[in-house]
């Protein structure tokens, strides 16, 4: 195939964010450049389906989305343990997955299902829109807002952020009330 | 039906209606956790695949 300049360069301009969100869906730096690369294989081996004018990078996300999602049913079927795979591949390879100060953060995303993790990475950092991510996962809006609500509502309770809302004005506020050391 | 729906209106029994500060931080966190990927730009192989991809086009034509 002869590669059009342009894209090229949409392709490439998008792998930083396909790796972040490979890496999100499947906690291995590894295994989500590999899906990475498969995405790009079959992106272009499969160019002339993509429509001059619309999102690329949306488009890219699906393909490896639904690749991910088969692989994922693949193996899923071939060891059965389902669920706790992605936190037990987290707590296997600490050193994989860069600094430690995401390592909390990520065990909590890990713990959540799926269909939750990719919906509130999607919107909540890949920066799609709730319509782009129910296209990117071929569900309703709604149910993609509820997916995202219910991922934060988890995160919050697992990372214990949840309280702090309750207790009023901001954090800041609370540090001081309660003596402490911020100014 | 995601009409009229303002952001903070959230008429769902059970989850609890997160504050906004809260949800601002989960965000930050969660930007924060990809950005660091995000940053690390394109590693080689990834160069190095579309130029092979783009030799065996050209030979082929």
């Given at each position: 195939m002869p590669m059009d300049e342009s894209v090229r360069k949409a392709v490439l301009g998008a792998v930083p964010s396909l790796r972040a969100f490979a890496i999100s869906l499947c906690g291995n730096v590894d295994r989500a450049d590999d899906l990475v690369q498969e995405t790009m294989l079959r992106a272009l081996a499969n160019i002339d389906s993509f429509h001059p004018g619309t999102n690329m990078s949306a488009w890219l996300f699906t393909i490896l989305r639904n690749h991910f999602r088969s692989e994922y049913r693949k193996r899923r079927r071939e060891v059965?343990?389902?669920?706790g795979r992605y936190a037990d591949t987290l707590k296997t390879q600490p050193?994989?997955?860069?600094?430690?100060?995401?390592r909390e953060f990520r065990e909590a995303l890990a713990q959540l299902p799926a269909d939750q993790r990719e919906a509130l990475i999607l919107?909540?950092?890949?920066?799609?829109?709730y319509e782009e991510a129910a296209n990117i996962c071929g569900c309703a809006v709604g149910t993609i807002k509820s997916r995202v609500n219910r991922a934060r509502t988890r995160l919050a309770e697992m990372l214990s952020i949840d309280n702090a809302a309750e207790f009023g004005p901001d954090e800041q506020t609370r540090a001081v009330l309660a003596g402490g050391e911020r100014s | 039906m995601e009409i009229a729906a303002t952001r903070n209106k959230k008429t769902d029994a059970k989850p609890a209606k997160l504050g906004r500060e809260v949800q601002a931080r989960l965000g930050q966190q969660l930007r924060a956790m990809y950005d660091d990927v995000v940053d690390?730009?394109?590693?080689d192989r990834f160069v190095e695949l579309l130029n092979r991809l783009d030799l065996n086009g050209k030979d082929k034509h």
């Open positions: 059965e343990d389902g669920e050193e994989q997955h860069g600094h430690v100060e995401f919107v909540g950092a890949s920066g799609f829109s | 690390q730009g394109v590693p």
